[in-house]
């Protein structure tokens, strides 16, 4: 299991544990208040036991982000409306108040990578409302609403109880998942010195299935946890920012690839795309860092193709195409991944200097037997024609996803059918295995054969 699985099993079980401890507990103050008679209590509780049935089927359907939301705000509420009837008396203390402690312990623990609002002012105001109960700060309600005293003495040692053994228990839980975190994040740091990480190469291919370039995908060997996926390690190496070093790190050998394709009459035609993250594109250096990097390897600008997701082209668009442009002016060329998954149209596109679009790999995957994903597929080519941006699908695994894909107009291809990301000695041995005798092609097909018969003619 890999620590992200990990990190969402123990929330798993964290909400699941603030659900049946919430069905519980609710339900047994609930009677308690229906029998003695407390309108208001009742309805509270009733509304807890609610909120846990939602909690635990939420949970155990898997919607894990939308259930610690609920779990936070429903509780939030629920017990502190359960506080106001608390009224303390001469021989009686508060005690509804520490319920929150677990409440405000599982928020912050669980909503650390959130943002502002969920990540500190939500924990906070819990926190606040803790200090206000405790330090008794909160003005009395309206006689009715206190609390019968019928059973308030066990009920403060209940209280404290529930309190203080469900802090340490969401306490318990969560710990395990940051430790295992911390720990990759600690493997990470030394991983660019150890020497751990290294490229695969996935080709691209052009619209005959000639290898055109690769991708450069990176590999994370870990000495002891083996191949780490880069989906795992990727977020937190932007988190972390990391993501520098190491995306400095990827530009250097996809440059020194590209510099030493160049001394090869084959191979120097071939182009190297080189996946650059959100954070990575945003440090204030990194038009510089791109600069040097490339004039250090010797490697051809023109060779050498950016891939930027949706996600980076929210914000500043003046800033981020002056950014794009200065790099595009040397020759570098600009792709924009997983077209389709983000927010953005392609029109609004149009402000960016972008020379290619990635069509992700769902709507390939679902091109032939979904008509949504074809119509959506149909207009991407259509509209990429008018705008000028060259089209690339992604994700092709089959010969008829290819052909079909032709059909329609697109011209550049990537996918398991030309060839799963592999060591460069595969790429170049299939290079190899597909050159012509005759050099008349500069580049080899990774398909000839079956693909080409299949093709119409162009
Ligand atoms: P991506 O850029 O969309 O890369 C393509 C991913 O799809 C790769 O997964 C590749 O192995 C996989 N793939 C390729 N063809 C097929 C296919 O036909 N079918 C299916 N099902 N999958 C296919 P990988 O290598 O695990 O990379 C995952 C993601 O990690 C990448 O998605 C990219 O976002 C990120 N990544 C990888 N290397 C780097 C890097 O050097 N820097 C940054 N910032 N991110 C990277
Ligand atoms: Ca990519
Ligand atoms: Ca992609």
């Known amino acids: 299991m890999n620590a992200l699985d990990l990190y969402n099993s123990r929330i798993k079980n964290l909400i699941l544990f603030g659900g049946f401890i919430t069905i519980l507990v609710s339900g047994v103050w609930g009677s308690h208040y229906l029998v003695t008679g407390s309108p ?35 509780l939030t509420v629920t017990v502190a409306a359960s506080c106001l009837p608390d009224v303390p008396t001469a021989d009686i203390q508060r005690s509804v108040h520490m319920n929150l402690l677990p409440v405000g312990a599982a928020s912050f623990l669980v909503f650390h990578r959130e943002g502002f609002y969920l990540r500190a002012a939500l924990p906070g105001a819990i926190v606040l409302i803790f200090l206000a109960f405790a330090l008794n ?17 066990a009920g403060v040692w209940i209280n404290y109880v529930t309190g203080t053994v469900g802090a340490s228990v969401v306490i ?23 020497g751990q990480f290294y490229l695969h190469y996935q080709p691209q291919v052009d619209a005959s299935g000639r290898i055109t370039g690769a991708e450069a995908l990176l590999r994370w060997q870990h000495p002891a946890r083996g191949n780490i996926s880069p989906l795992e390690f990727i977020p937190l190496a932007e988190e972390t920012g990391l993501i520098v070093p190491i995306g400095n790190w990827v530009l250097r050998e996809a440059c020194a690839q590209l510099a030493a394709w160049a001394k090869a009459p084959e191979t120097e035609p071939l182009s190297l795309a080189v996946n650059v993250s959100a954070s ?107 705008l000028g941006f060259s089209l690339l699908a992604e994700g092709v695994e089959t010969e008829a996803q ?44 990774a398909r000839p054969v079956s693909v080409q018969t299949a093709l119409p003619s162009p």
């Open 172 to 194: 318990a839980i969560m710990q395990t998942s940051m430790s295992a975190r911390r720990t990759l994040e600690n493997d990470l740091r030394q991983a660019i010195a150890r």
């Open 40 to 74: 208001f209590l009742f309805t509270i509780n009733s509304l807890s036991i609610i909120a846990g049935i939602a909690l635990v089927v939420l949970a155990l359907r898997g919607r894990l982000r939308t259930a610690a939301i609920i779990m936070a705000h429903a």
């Open 137 to 153: 700060l909160v003005p009395l309600p309206w006689p009715g609403l206190t609390a019968p005293p019928t059973g308030r003495a």
């Open 280 to 386: 990575q594109f945003r440090q204030p250096d990194f038009v510089q860092q791109v600069k040097s990097i490339l004039s250090l390897s010797g490697a051809r600008p023109s060779r050498l193709k950016l891939e930027l997701t949706e996600s980076v082209l929210a914000d500043d668009v003046e800033d981020i195409a002056a950014r794009m442009q200065s790099l595009k002016d040397l020759g570098i060329r600009w792709s924009l991944d997983d077209f389709g998954t983000g927010y953005s149209s392609l029109a609004s596109l149009k402000q960016f200097p972008l020379d290619q679009i990635k069509i992700d790999r769902s709507f390939v995957q679902d091109f032939l037997t979904d008509r949504h994903s074809k119509a959506i597929i149909d207009t991407i080519i259509q509209l990429s024609r008018d």
């Open 402 to 445: 290819f052909v079909a894909l032709n059909a329609a107009g697109c011209v550049a291809y990537q996918g398991y059918f030309f060839g799963r990301p592999g060591e460069i000695g595969a790429l170049e041995s299939l290079l190899e295995s597909f050159r012509p005798a005759a050099a008349e092609k500069p580049v080899s097909r």
